[in-house]
């Protein structure tokens, strides 16, 4: 499966974006899908997950209240709802799929199988 993140963009402080992550390339049969982000001279960190067939979610805590993840199934699509930005959210964001027979919700990058390409997201203050 590919996954493409899309979405990202300058933005001001309290301002809001959606990010996507749609995947193709054939059946999208993967359970837990999540988001990570990377800011200039740091390592990725988890911001998000959710399990696409139960709806169940994850939040890292610095975003808990302000970003929402949800899922489209029938367009194969994640989205990452992020509201009241800060300059700290600033990163380029990924989306990330655990392979298909998983179905517990993971925090660390390594438990993730396949990942997109990233989208920029930049908070001016």
């Known amino acids: 499966v590919q996954l493409q993140a899309s979405g990202g963009g300058l933005v001001q402080a309290g301002g809001s974006l959606r990010l996507s992550c749609a995947a193709s390339g054939g059946t999208f049969n993967q359970n837990v899908v999540g988001w990570f982000y990377q800011a200039p001279g740091k390592e990725r960190a988890f911001v998000a997950a959710i399990n696409r067939y139960s709806g169940t979610t994850a939040y890292a805590e610095s975003v808990k209240g302000r970003f929402t993840v949800a899922r489209d199934n029938a367009k194969n699509t994640v989205y990452l709802q992020m509201n009241s930005l800060k300059p700290e959210d600033t990163a380029v964001y990924y989306c990330?799929?655990?392979?298909?027979?998983?179905?517990?919700?993971?925090?660390?990058?390594?438990?993730?199988?396949?990942w997109g390409q990233g989208t920029l997201v930049t908070v001016s203050s």
């Open positions: 990330a799929a655990r392979r298909s027979a998983v179905t517990v919700i993971a925090r660390s990058r390594g438990q993730y199988d396949y």
